[in-house]
């Protein structure tokens, strides 16, 4: 089955088949008693049949029959009761037979088979058609639907009026079917009876004779063909394989002509192989050239959510389209290797590719992709840190300048009262004692306008995208309170001239005013760091804003008792007050602050402690998770990058160390490549533990030195160095199959090479080279030299690989055996002559192929003065050119 599954084989084109068209009810039709006859003629070999494809089927038993006719296998014991559950348990066991044998069932399911869903019944036997009795036809390098047709055309090339394209309308005059009965059995139908414009007759004649002499059941109907604009290709191809699995017996001619059709299809092969080359290093190169501007575009997003959309993007390309296109990368050194083999086997010149697509070119091409893929990805991570930076300090600056415009709110206006005029002594005394009260008060608020500055600044710095507006928020801040400054020095100078004539002041209301104030400011502080938004990326950090918390709560005492103190003052103003009936407005004229409003911000003090232990044990787990994130990862990465470098150091040994034969050694290889294949779920859950890391924003890990990048490298190498290996080795055995070179002469040339490989690295450069052909006996000079250099190492890299040499090592020790071959298919073809005629070459050769080698035969005369005649000689250098043949 993998030769099957490898092949983009018909099995597949399950997805062309348009299941709706079986509604059409002459396809339908048609299909029906077609493969009604199928089933039976295989069937009738158990002693039974159906009648009703659809019904017979709904059970399971006929079907399981059925597949144990065709396999010639056994399958699982049938349930032999009649609820539905038997008959969906059989046709299950059907199905799962089908599948093991590598069938993809599409939209098939036991219940439909048991309802008796005509389409997918049809659809299903469809497929069991295609697997037991089309996939397996072989014709040339072809199979399946591709094969079947093939031999149709070759079967049928003689015969005029015939011309095979498909398996629909091809077939509806009937002279193809008769010509292929006609081709192997002309004592049955006498062709030359036949009409085109009779296909009725033809039909009937074919449908007869093939079910009287060939034992091939009637499965179509000539007037279900011919009343039908296009006849059913299922049907036509099920019938048409059972020609084939009745003539599949060959003949000698055949078997030389297949020969030669085998050199020209390499020859076709080749140059097929140069173009596919040309294409995909095209589209890779353009694939690169359009990609790498991408990468290289570092215009920064405004927002946080921009940049994530860029990451996500940078991931799909990770993810999905780049690793399709490592693959085309590898497969194209690959075919590139390959086809250099082939031509050097078949004495052809080295294939040199258009400039700017040499295997070279695409790995510079690679790299500049992924530096700059490196390169975007370090952006992408830095811009997203300076965005996080940057919203955490715009919404700090924001709250600070809340605060600070709210406290200012009033100033300027309380500032330029001009009430000291017409104030008393005592009002007057008052008016300074608060006046010295707002100094204080606006001497505490000189950091926080520093700090709102700072923020500004940095802000700035970062280029955040509003920088605009925040600094025209803060230069307003500035200009507010470099007025304010230049108001309250002009009112201290005001009230400082009449304090002269006011003696009266109110030590109470000014020890009150002077110990609120700051107090009032240590709370607003207090609140302010309280509700102060947090970034930390590590345990520690948040341990730090812990303790920092917690040295907080532990001053919370003495903050009650400067509280308690403060209310005190208040409680004593209001005893004497009480006591001696002063005659008061009732407020303090040195502060703003009341006893409520102390009252009310403490309770907020102690309101917000709770709140923000709260998000320090959330701030924490998430850490603690971010912790286990990065020790998950770390673990595997310490696992897996080892395992990949191990991995590449036993490749290594391999393909240089001389174990067993070299089927030994590619069977090795591919055990080792289904392992590391296998390997790959383990690679994808690394990559689902990085996305975790990356979602969670962290960007560091102190348990691992590798990061996914390490490992994706190490990776593609791997999966890269064992594909090569195993192509080098598969070359070889080519190479050897080829030129007959024993397993003793390999060992020969592999000691030898490794031998004066030095550097054990799998290949020579021109010094080691010309040293082993020294110690083989070659006299080099620099001539002689240069021409072997350019045998080796066409591309003149300046190196030489163990293919190479083996090459050039069997060319010294070739044999005859391609010549043999040549020989034995010229006497079939030549019979009693020691010539071939033209005429002889169309009746044995593929059209195409025959012209092709009649062509390359005219400028040769036979023996006896024949035109276009080849003795064995002629017809060698026709095929081959000036070669050793």
């Not at 799909?316 to 075919?335: A, G």
């Amino acid at each position: 089955m993998e030769h099957y599954d490898g092949e983009n084989d018909y099995m597949h084109q399950e997805d062309d088949w348009d299941r709706d068209l079986l509604l059409d009810p002459a396809w339908e039709k048609q299909q029906r008693k077609t493969f009604t006859a199928w089933c039976n003629s295989h069937l009738r070999k158990a002693g039974t049949q159906i009648e009703n494809i659809e019904e017979d089927f709904r059970d399971g038993l006929k079907l399981m029959l059925l597949l144990e006719v065709i396999s010639g296998e056994r399958l699982a014991k049938p349930e032999r009761g009649k609820m539905r559950v038997h008959k969906i348990s059989n046709v299950n066991k059907a199905l799962n037979f089908i599948a093991s044998k590598g069938v993809k069932l599409v939209s098939i399911g036991a219940e439909e088979i048991v309802d008796g869903n005509a389409k997918m019944t049809l659809g299903m036997i469809w497929t069991i058609i295609l697997r037991f009795a089309i996939q397996d036809i072989s014709v040339e390098e072809t199979s399946a639907k591709e094969g079947l047709l093939l031999w149709c055309q070759r079967k049928t090339a003689p015969y005029k009026n015939v011309n095979i394209q498909n398996f629909h309308i091809s077939w509806k005059d009937g002279l193809g079917f008769c010509a292929l009965i006609h081709r192997h059995r002309p004592e049955l139908i006498d062709y030359g009876k036949l009409r085109k414009d009779d296909p009725m007759t033809n039909l009937n004649t074919a449908f007869d004779v093939a079910e009287k002499y060939l034992d091939i059941p009637k499965m179509l109907d000539a007037e279900d063909i011919v009343g039908t604009a296009r006849p059913d290709e299922k049907a036509i191809m099920t019938y048409v394989s059972s020609f084939y699995h009745a003539f599949s017996g060959a003949q000698k001619a055949e078997t030389a002509a297949n020969r030669i059709c085998k050199v020209l299809a390499v020859n076709q092969e080749n140059e097929q192989l140069m173009e596919d080359y040309e294409k995909l290093a095209s589209d890779l190169l353009e694939w690169i050239r359009c990609t790498i501007p991408w990468l290289e575009n570092r215009l920064p997003e405004n927002t946080m959510q921009a940049m994530q959309q860029k990451l996500e993007d940078f991931r799909d390309y990770r993810r999905l389209h780049k690793p399709p296109k490592v693959q085309e990368k590898c497969q194209l050194e690959i075919n590139f290797n390959t086809l250099q083999t082939k031509l050097r086997l078949s004495n052809r010149p080295a294939f040199m590719p258009s400039e700017g697509k040499m295997v070279s070119d695409i790995n510079n091409a690679w790299g500049s992709l992924e530096g700059a893929e490196k390169g975007y990805e370090e952006w992408l991570l830095n811009e997203i840190r300076r965005l996080e930076r940057l919203d955490h300090l715009a919404e700090k600056f924001r709250q600070k300048a809340a605060i600070h415009e709210a406290w200012t709110e009033g100033k300027e206006d309380l500032l330029q009262k001009l009430d000291y005029e017409t104030a008393s002594l005592s009002e007057i005394k008052a008016l300074l004692k608060k006046h010295e009260a707002f100094e204080s008060d606006l001497a505490a608020h000189q950091d926080r306008v520093e700090q709102i500055a700072a923020i500004a600044q940095e802000l700035n710095e970062l280029d955040y995208y509003d920088s605009p507006s925040v600094n025209a928020r803060c230069q307003r801040i500035c200009d507010q309170w470099d007025a304010l400054g230049a108001m309250t020095v002009k009112r201290t100078e005001a009230l400082q001239r009449t304090e002269k004539l006011l003696e009266t002041i109110d030590q109470l209301y000014l020890e009150f005013a002077k110990r609120a104030a700051p107090f009032n400011n240590w709370m607003e502080g207090a609140m302010e760091d309280l509700q102060d938004t947090f970034i930390v990326h590590t345990i520690e950090e948040i341990q730090g804003l812990s303790t920092a918390h917690e040295q907080f709560k532990a001053t919370l005492p003495e903050a009650d008792k400067e509280r308690q103190a403060i209310l005190g003052i208040h409680n004593e103003i209001a005893k004497i007050v009480q006591t001696y009936h002063v005659n008061m407005a009732g407020t303090n004229p040195y502060t703003t602050i009341n006893p409520q409003e102390i009252n009310a911000k403490w309770d907020k003090v102690r309101q917000l402690v709770p709140q923000r232990d709260q998000a320090l044990i959330e701030e924490h787990a998430r850490q603690q998770n971010n912790e286990r994130l990065r020790r998950q990862f770390a673990t595997q990465a310490n696992i897996i990058g080892p395992w990949i470098q191990t991995k590449m150091e036993e490749i290594g040994r391999i393909s240089i160390e001389m174990h067993g034969t070299l089927e030994d050694q590619l069977t090795h290889l591919r055990q080792y490549e289904k392992s590391i294949v296998n390997y790959k779920p383990k690679i994808d859950q690394l990559e689902g533990d990085h996305q975790l890391i990356q979602e969670a924003l962290i960007f560091d890990n102190k348990h691992t030195n590798y990061t996914m990048e390490h490992i994706r490298v190490g990776w593609e190498q791997l999966l890269t160095t064992i594909a090569r290996t195993i192509n080098e080795i598969e070359n070889q055995i080519l190479t050897r199959d080829a030129k007959g070179i024993s397993q003793e002469q390999l060992n020969e040339f592999r000691a030898s090479f490794n031998h004066f490989d030095r550097k054990r690295t799998g290949i020579m450069d021109a010094e080691d080279f010309k040293t082993c052909l020294i110690s083989m006996g070659y006299n080099l000079g620099e001539n002689e030299f240069s021409r072997i250099m350019s045998v080796v190492d066409p591309n003149r890299m300046g190196i030489v690989t163990f293919q190479a040499f083996i090459d050039f090592m069997s060319r010294e020790t070739a044999d005859t055996d391609t010549a043999d071959q040549v020989m034995a298919s010229f006497k079939v073809l030549a019979g009693d002559k020691n010539y071939i005629l033209a005429d002889e070459l169309r009746r044995e050769l593929p059209p195409d192929q025959a012209e092709y080698c009649i062509v390359r035969m005219a400028p040769y005369t036979g023996p006896d003065g024949v035109p276009g005649a080849l003795d064995y000689m002629s017809f060698s250098t026709a095929l081959y050119g000036e070669s050793d043949l």
